[in-house]
């Protein structure tokens, strides 16, 4: 079965980095995009950044954009998420997640509906 198994969380100081890990099993890793997305205490699920199949295109919500950078290792089957510049409103659970269909996009998949399998979460805290 699908299972997508992130790592690398933890409690860092404003300005720091962290990078996420996601690997994923029981399907074809390569031929689907993958995202990223984290909830933080007290709010709704959101989007923070997507990587096409081929790990060619790429897309950031406004609030990560020149901080964060998405990656993939289709090898390894694994997703990564290096964030830099660490804000306290960053702190959140983080997900990764696999878009509900194979191939490119036309359009960044953003919303939540656009993706069927996801991770158990890794918790990201930022002190200021």
């Known amino acids: 079965q699908v299972q997508l198994v992130e790592s690398g969380g933890g409690l860092v100081q404003a300005g720091g980095s962290l990078r996420l890990s996601c690997v994923a099993s029981?399907?074809?890793?390569?031929?689907?995009?993958l995202g990223w997305f984290r909830q933080p205490p007290g709010r709704g699920r959101e989007f923070v950044a997507a990587i096409c199949w081929r790990g060619v295109t790429t897309y950031y919500a406004d609030s990560v954009k020149d901080r964060f950078t998405i990656s993939r290792d289709n090898a390894k089957k694994t997703v990564y998420l290096q964030m830099n510049s660490l804000k306290p409103e960053d702190t959140a659970v983080y997900y990764c997640a696999r878009r509900n269909k194979p191939g490119s996009w036309t359009k960044a998949p953003t919303g939540i509906y656009e993706y069927d399998y996801w991770g158990q979460g890794t918790q990201v805290t930022v002190s200021s």
């Open positions: 029981g399907y074809t890793f390569g031929s689907v995009s």
